[in-house]
């Protein structure tokens, strides 16, 4: 120490070291911030490649990004073989007992039908929370609606149990007589159970993504290509300073899920979460057994949540709350009556509907709002179509840009 004073004092060399460590400072934060402006533009560009304005660049891109995932996943195929040559060989002897006839075909008959149901509800689980473009509100678009309709049947037929087939592609009173008032809760919970609790485990499903990647970037300790990863970093950098609704918000569920474990996944999973990403993201960035994840996930979103999700429907579609909806729509000024009039009319065909015989034929004509309804459907399952197309072709467009950046580092 005092030999650096003195060299100092008797030179210029101590000033000369003073300059050197202010200009490595300075070129240091003039590179961290270069390189996040960078970052910046890059994504501002890659926010810019969708269909309504470089249609032929998203197209393209998007082609290449499918045959790059299809190579990948041919490789990761290809290298658990073993796993897929037993998987071709159970699906051969399925397929033989399949066209094989026999007493079984009963049986195979009714395996074929569950499975294609449960398979159809957990494929729009997994639509709706898989993180593929904007995600596909599949619980308001198609479960919620399939709940409503049943409630509605249920209470104008005094009974759940609607011959099949046609249903459930179509609802139809049964034949029995029944007491008015005698259907409960329960058994309208008890009809909806299986696609509800299918639909939540496909929503559990499409929440491990986001686990397995953070996962594998904590154990290779590379950096994440997912920006939702890198927020979460940048976050827990800047948890103490954090100020706004949002991280505070997000600062609590990483906290509930890091500090109180299986049960804090459960109850973050068991309400409507928009931010339970992080939560899977948290979980994976620290390294949670995926058997307390995953378990915990499944419980709260296939049991817990789902049954809320149920009663708040059927009890919104129960017929007294919708007799009493229909009156209050009357009673607004003006125009309380004409928009009360196609809701009368609704309601009127459905319940006509669920009493025609098939040997009477179907009801014709067709009401404006389940014309309505059923564009809308439309208009989200196509807006969620180019969503995918416009992410594909997002991802494409950073991958070339990492490249740019590795070759830059190179030279």
């Not at 658990?80 to 071709?88: M, P, T």
């Not at 994840?293 to 709350?321: D, E, P």
Request: neutral net charge; contains cysteine; charged residues 20%.
């Amino acid at each position: 120490m005092f030999a650096y004073r003195e060299k100092c004092n008797n030179g210029t060399d101590c000033d000369q070291r003073r300059v050197g460590m202010i200009k490595e400072q300075h070129n240091g934060n003039f590179t961290d911030s270069s390189l996040s402006e960078r970052k910046r533009r890059d994504r501002e560009e890659r926010l810019n490649i969708v269909l309504w304005r470089q249609p032929l660049v998203t197209l393209q891109y998007f082609f290449l990004e499918t045959l790059i995932n299809l190579k990948e996943w041919t490789i990761k195929l290809w290298h658990r073989r073993s796993i897929l040559v037993a998987f071709l060989l159970m699906l051969a002897v399925l397929t033989t007992t399949y066209y094989i006839e026999g007493t079984h075909q009963q049986y195979v008959r009714y395996m074929e039908k569950k499975f294609f149901w449960c398979a159809y509800w957990v494929g729009l689980g997994i639509l709706s929370s898989v993180g593929l473009g904007t995600g596909l509100h599949t619980f308001l678009l198609y479960l919620g609606p399939h709940i409503a309709s049943v409630t509605l049947a249920a209470y104008e037929c005094n009974s759940v149990n609607f011959p099949e087939p046609p249903y459930p592609d179509q609802i139809i009173c049964p034949d029995e007589e029944t007491t008015e008032g005698s259907i409960s809760l329960w058994a309208i919970i008890s009809k909806v159970r299986l696609e509800a609790c299918m639909w939540g485990a496909g929503t559990a499903i499409g929440e491990l993504p986001p686990y397995f990647m953070a996962r594998a970037a904590r154990l290779s300790g590379a950096e994440p290509d997912d920006e939702e990863y890198q927020e979460f970093e940048e976050m827990l950098e800047h948890a103490e300073t954090a100020q706004d609704f949002a991280s505070r918000a997000k600062l609590a569920v990483q906290n509930l899920v890091q500090k109180v474990g299986f049960f804090g996944i459960l109850a973050c999973a068991s309400i409507p979460n928009p931010l339970f990403d992080l939560a899977g993201i948290t979980c994976g960035h620290f390294l949670v057994p995926f058997w307390t994840f995953f378990g915990a996930t499944l419980i709260g979103k296939a049991v817990i949540k789902m049954h809320i999700q149920k009663l708040f429907v059927i009890i919104t579609f129960s017929k007294h709350i919708v007799e009493q909806m229909v009156s209050l729509i009357g009673a607004i000024p003006s125009v309380g009556p004409s928009l009360q009039k196609p809701f009368q009319e609704y309601l009127e065909a459905q319940r006509i509907k669920l009493h025609h015989r098939s040997d009477t034929g179907v009801p014709q004509g067709e009401n404006w709002l389940s014309w309505m309804f059923e564009k809308l459907v439309i208009v989200m399952v196509c807006y969620f179509i180019l969503s995918i197309i416009n992410s594909m072709a997002q991802s494409y467009a950073k991958r070339l840009q990492q490249e740019m950046y590795s070759e830059e580092k190179t030279k």
